[in-house]
């Protein structure tokens, strides 16, 4: 797939009907969109012909069909990063959060300012209900240590809900090819864990394509990746990958958890 030349894309006004599509009935922010039959056929009709688009036209459709009601989830991954960097030349209003667990790596978050001084988005960071010295001293350590998916759902799952309040789409960043899970995503879908659209631009990009979009167009990212992090998470459950591992190798090593729950197709909350 070529990319998109970005010379001439005009950043779209956003708003809640910017593509006279959005009822009277999905501006009430305090009511979720509903997977009514209408929608899912329009989704699938949408995932479908979106299937061979770049990823631009993939955010700008997005843009466009949710204005408002469309949000961004990034952990600053490479992938994560182009795809802000996009959003700033077509849709730089959309709301974008993090979810700060309080675990992150100190290079993490400085990827945030750096997105913020190169192009102008300030990613809101959404913090749990309870702080790390709080939540340690409710479960008596580090829970990470005992039951990283418990720890998972509370410090992000639960974290997102919260943050998709009022939303009616997010836009997400996995690739097809990162692991058996998400290659079975769609470009657009109805995500029933979050009660929103989940829309993915980059699903039939490589690894080679984002790296080669950094490069092109002096994306900040995070320098741990040239440090032997190909997948980036907490810093207790993350680290370095060895010569010839999987690149999510390094996230919950020695454990067979491989997802934090974000992007799973199944409930894998704790008491599923």
């Known amino acids: 797939m070529s990319v998109t030349s970005l010379t001439s894309v ?6 809640a009907m910017s593509a006279g599509e959005v009822t009277p ?5 305090s009511e979720m969109l509903q997977p009514t039959p209408e929608l899912m056929a329009e989704l699938a009709e949408a995932s479908a012909r979106l299937e061979s688009a770049t990823p631009e036209e993939i955010i700008r459709w997005g843009a466009e069909r949710f204005g408002m009601k469309l949000t961004m989830g990034t952990a600053f991954g490479p992938e994560g990063c182009v795809i802000l960097y996009l959003l700033s030349q077509i849709a730089p209003q959309t709301p974008v959060f993090n979810l700060d667990t309080g675990y992150q790596f100190q290079e993490t978050l400085d990827v945030r300012d750096q997105i913020r001084e190169k ?3 300030d990613v809101e960071l959404l913090k749990p209900e309870h702080t790390v010295e709080e939540y340690e001293q409710i479960h008596g350590g580090p829970l990470y240590k005992t039951n990283p998916t418990q720890c998972c ?6 974290v997102l809900k919260r943050g998709a309040e009022g939303k009616h789409a997010w836009i997400s960043a996995i690739r097809r090819d990162q692991s058996e899970d998400r290659a079975k995503a769609s470009i657009v879908g109805w995500d029933k864990k979050f009660g929103l659209v989940k829309i993915n631009p980059l699903a039939n990009q490589t690894k080679s394509w984002v790296w080669r979009m950094i490069t092109e167009h002096g994306i900040p ?35 067979a958890k491989t997802e934090c729950g974000l992007h799973t197709m199944e409930d894998d909350s704790p008491n599923a």
Do not use: M
């Open 221 to 255: 990212y995070n320098v741990l990746h040239d440090q032997g992090y190909t997948s980036v998470g907490c810093w207790p459950c993350t680290r370095a990958v060895l010569a010839g591992e999987d690149e999510r190798a390094g996230r919950w090593s020695g454990t």
């Open 119 to 121: 192009f102008g988005i």
């Open 153 to 158: 759902f509370d410090r992000k799952i639960k």
């Open 25 to 29: 009935q999905q501006q009430t922010t």
């Open 10 to 15: 005009v950043p779209i006004e956003v708003n």
